[in-house]
C-alpha cells in the first residue's frame, strides 16, 4: 500500500516503465487457483487486451473465503433500510460465506452453469450482494439492471446478452415510495424468450402473480440448499458480469468485465485511494445497479476485508439528515458519494448536519459527475469539518476503476480536480487534429494510452461498436469521451462529456436514446435532446420538440412525454424542460446543430456562433423567444 507522495511516485514511475512487474506485484497479493502464465498482451488497435493470461481464479474467494480465518466474525456488510426504524442487519463473513454458498447452490440447482448470464433486478438489500457473488461462485456473468429502469429496458438488456434467469423482488421501498418490481419484471418477461427461470425475493410483502414452473420464491429455493459449494475456476478472461451503460447513439452497450483484472484492480484502488485501515466502516451510496455500487460496494471492498455498509433508502428521506444520521449511527469512516447528492443536501438548513456526530469520518469522496467548488467546499466544511480529505474519483463503467484521483491524505486535492493518474494509469490529452498535447496548462480530450487490467474487453456481442466508440477517433489510444484540463502542477480537471451524452445526477444517458423514447409519442414528429446546467443535477435534460400538429394545451401533452419517457426509460431520463418548436436547426446535409440548441438550453441568446450553414436560419429566431428559462 502506497503510505506517501514519494511512495506514489515510485510505484507511479515503476508502473509506466515496468507494467507487467508493478501488476505482478499487485495481482500476487491476491488468492489465485493457478498463477499466470504472462501478465499482459495487448492491441489498442485491434483492440484486445488480456491481463493475466493463463492465470484461475474465483474471485469470491477473494472476497470471502479468504477472510475467514482472520475475520470471520468481523462484519462484512452492514445493511441499513430503507425505514430507520426497521433494524440494521449485520453480516459477518462467515454470514456471508453461508449464504453466497447457498444462494450459488440455488443458481445450480435452476439450472445456472458457468457462462450463463443472470439478470439481477433487486432493491439495495443484503441478498442482492449475496446474488452478485452466488454468479461469481459458479461462474454465471451477472448483468444488474437499476431498479429503477423501465420494463422497456429491462427487455432490451436481458435480450441483448440472453439471460437465462431474472433475479428480482416483489417490490422495493425507496423513501416514501413503494416500487412493484415483480410487475414490472412480468411485463418484461412477456418478451424475453431466453428466460426460463425467475427467482423472486420477499422483501415488501407485495401480492405478486407467480406464474408456475417459472417463478420460485428465494426462500423456498434457498431453504433447499447447502451451505457448501466449491467455487468455480474461472480463467482471468472469463466474464465476470455485464453492466450497459448509454452510448451517444444506439441502444445501450452492454460493457464486458472479466475476473481477474477486475478484481486486482477494483481491490488496488479501493485500498490506496481511500487509504483504507483494517477495521474502518465505509459507506458508498451508490446503488449496486450502477458500476459504483459493484466495484466499490461489492468487490473492491469485500476483497479487502472491509465492513462495507449498503443503504437501501435515499438522501432526503424521511429527511434531508438521513445520511448524516447513518453515518452517526453505524460511525462510518469513509464516505463516497456524487455530487449530486451534496448539492441537494446543502440547499437544506445546516440544522440537518448539526444534529449528528460526524466524528468518525476520516475520509470523504466524490464521483459521477465534477464535483463544482462551492459544493466541493460545503463538503469540506460542514461535513469533513476540514479534517477529512475529499477524494474526487474519475472513472468510468468502462474503465472498471478509479483511475484518476487523490489518494486520500496523501495527494494535496484542490477543489474540482480529479488531480493525478493512479498508478498503471496513463492519460495522454489530444488536440481535436489527433495530436498528443504535451505539457502542462493544456486542453484537450482525454484519453488513455496504456491497457490497465479493469477495463472493459469489449461491448457484449459488438465488438465493432467497442473498436468504433473507444479506439477510433484516436487509434491507438483508449478515448474516454470526456475533456480535460491538465494545470500548472500536472494534476488533472475533468470539464465534462465531449459527445452526445449527458450526465443528470450522475447517471449517465444518450440524448439519443431520450430523443427516440420522445419520439413514440404519437404526436411526436421529432425531437432533440441537449444537457443544460442544473443546479443540483449537474445537467438537466432539455427537449425539442416538433409536433405534427399545433400544440393546443401544452402541459398537457409536456405530461404525456414525461410518461412516456418515463415508461419507455425510467423515470431518470425525463426532460425537465420542453420546449415545442416548429423545426430543428439543421444544415443542409440534414444534421441538427446541436451546438445551437445547447447554447439556448444554457440560456445563451446572444452569441450562438456561425449559423450560416443551416437550411432554415429563421428557426433560430423562433427558437431563441421560445427558450424555456
Ligand atoms: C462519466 C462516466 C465513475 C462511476 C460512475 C459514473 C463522469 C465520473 C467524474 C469525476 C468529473 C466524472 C465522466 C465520465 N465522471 N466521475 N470525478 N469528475 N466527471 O460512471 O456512468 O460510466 O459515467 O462520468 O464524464 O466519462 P458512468
Not at 486535492?413 to 493518474?421: I, V
Not at 491507438?476 to 452526445?500: L, Q, S
Request: with cysteine.
Amino acid at each position: 500500500m502506497i503510505t506517501n507522495l514519494v511512495e506514489y511516485k515510485q510505484q507511479y514511475r515503476e508502473s509506466n516503465l515496468e507494467p507487467e512487474e508493478f501488476w505482478t506485484k499487485q495481482a500476487s497479493t491476491l488468492l489465485w487457483k493457478k498463477k499466470w502464465d504472462r501478465v499482459l498482451e495487448f492491441d489498442f488497435y485491434k483492440p484486445e487486451v488480456k491481463w493475466f493470461i493463463g492465470g484461475k481464479l474465483n474471485i469470491t474467494e477473494n472476497c470471502i473465503d479468504r477472510h475467514l480465518t482472520a475475520r470471520a466474525h468481523q462484519t462484512a456488510i452492514l445493511w441499513e433500510s430503507n425505514d430507520p426504524s426497521e433494524p440494521s442487519r449485520k453480516i459477518t463473513y462467515q454470514q456471508l460465506s453461508v449464504e453466497v454458498n447457498r444462494a450459488a447452490n440455488m443458481l445450480k440447482a435452476n439450472g445456472i452453469q458457468k457462462g450463463d448470464r443472470v439478470c439481477i433486478y433487486m432493491p439495495m438489500v443484503p441478498e442482492t450482494a449475496f446474488a452478485l457473488l452466488a454468479c461469481a461462485r459458479v461462474g454465471a456473468v451477472h448483468s444488474v439492471v437499476f431498479a429503477g429502469f423501465s420494463a422497456g429496458s429491462l427487455v432490451d438488456r436481458i435480450n441483448d446478452s440472453n439471460c437465462k434467469m431474472v433475479l428480482t423482488a416483489d417490490g422495493a421501498y425507496r423513501g416514501d415510495k413503494r416500487i412493484d418490481l415483480k410487475s414490472i419484471v412480468d411485463e418484461a418477461l412477456k418478451k424475453c424468450p431466453s428466460v426460463d427461470k425467475c427467482i423472486v425475493l420477499n422483501r415488501t410483502n407485495l401480492s405478486v402473480s407467480m406464474q408456475p414452473v417459472r417463478d420460485l420464491w428465494w426462500h423456498e429455493e434457498i431453504r433447499k440448499t447447502s451451505d457448501v459449494c466449491v467455487a468455480e475456476e474461472m480463467d482471468a478472461e472469463d466474464l465476470l458480469f455485464i453492466l450497459y451503460t448509454s452510448g451517444s447513439t444506439g441502444k445501450p452497450k452492454g460493457m464486458v468485465h472479466t475476473c481477474g483484472g477486475y478484481a486486482v484492480y477494483t481491490n488496488y484502488t479501493f485500498k490506496n485511494v481511500f487509504q483504507y485501515k483494517e477495521g474502518q466502516t465505509f459507506w458508498c451510496t451508490a446503488d449496486v445497479g450502477w458500476i459504483t455500487g459493484h466495484s466499490y460496494i461489492i468487490y473492491g471492498p469485500l476483497s479487502a476485508g472491509a465492513t462495507t455498509l449498503m443503504f437501501e433508502g435515499v438522501p432526503s428521506w424521511p429527511d434531508m439528515g438521513r445520511f448524516w444520521h447513518v453515518i452517526e449511527k453505524h460511525k462510518v469512516n469513509i464516505f463516497y458519494t456524487a455530487p449530486t447528492a451534496i448539492r441537494s443536501l446543502e440547499k437544506a438548513p445546516l440544522s440537518f448536519v448539526e444534529k449528528y456526530d460526524l466524528s468518525s469520518l476520516q475520509v470523504l469522496g466524490s464521483v459521477g459527475e465534477p464535483i463544482n467548488e462551492e459544493a466541493w467546499h460545503w463538503y469540506d466544511k460542514n461535513i469533513g469539518k476540514g479534517n477529512c480529505p475529499i477524494v474526487d474519483t474519475w472513472w468510468q463503467t468502462e474503465t472498471g476503476g478509479i483511475m484518476i484521483s487523490p489518494l486520500a491524505g496523501i495527494t494535496k486535492t484542490k477543489p474540482a480536480f480529479a488531480t493525478l493518474p493512479l498508478p498503471g494509469v496513463q492519460p495522454a490529452i489530444m488536440d481535436e487534429a489527433g495530436n498528443e498535447i504535451e505539457g502542462n496548462n493544456v486542453e484537450g480530450r482525454l484519453t488513455i494510452k496504456f491497457p490497465w487490467p479493469s477495463m472493459a474487453r469489449t461491448i457484449y456481442g459488438d465488438h465493432q461498436r467497442f473498436k468504433d466508440t473507444y479506439f477510433s477517433t484516436f487509434p491507438g489510444k483508449y478515448f474516454t469521451g470526456d475533456g480535460c484540463k491538465r494545470d500548472e502542477d500536472g494534476y488533472y480537471r475533468i470539464t465534462g462529456r465531449v459527445d452526445d451524452i449527458i450526465i443528470v445526477s450522475g447517471h449517465n444517458m444518450g440524448t439519443a436514446e431520450i430523443e427516440s423514447a420522445i419520439d413514440e409519442h404519437s404526436a411526436v414528429c421529432e425531437s432533440a435532446v441537449v444537457g443544460f446546467p442544473h443546479d443540483i443535477k449537474g445537467q438537466g435534460v432539455y427537449a425539442f420538440v416538433v409536433t405534427y400538429d399545433p400544440v393546443h394545451e401544452p402541459i398537457h401533452l409536456r405530461n404525456e412525454i414525461k410518461d412516456v419517457v418515463s415508461k419507455i426509460i425510467g423515470p431518470i431520463a425525463k426532460p425537465d424542460k420542453i420546449q415545442f418548436v416548429s423545426g430543428l436547426p439543421k444544415t443542409r446535409s440534414g444534421k441538427i446543430m446541436r451546438r445551437i440548441l445547447r447554447k439556448v438550453a444554457e440560456g445563451e441568446t446572444s452569441n450562438l456562433g456561425d449559423t450560416t450553414t443551416l437550411l432554415d436560419p429563421a428557426i433560430v429566431e423562433e427558437i431563441k423567444k421560445g427558450a424555456i428559462s
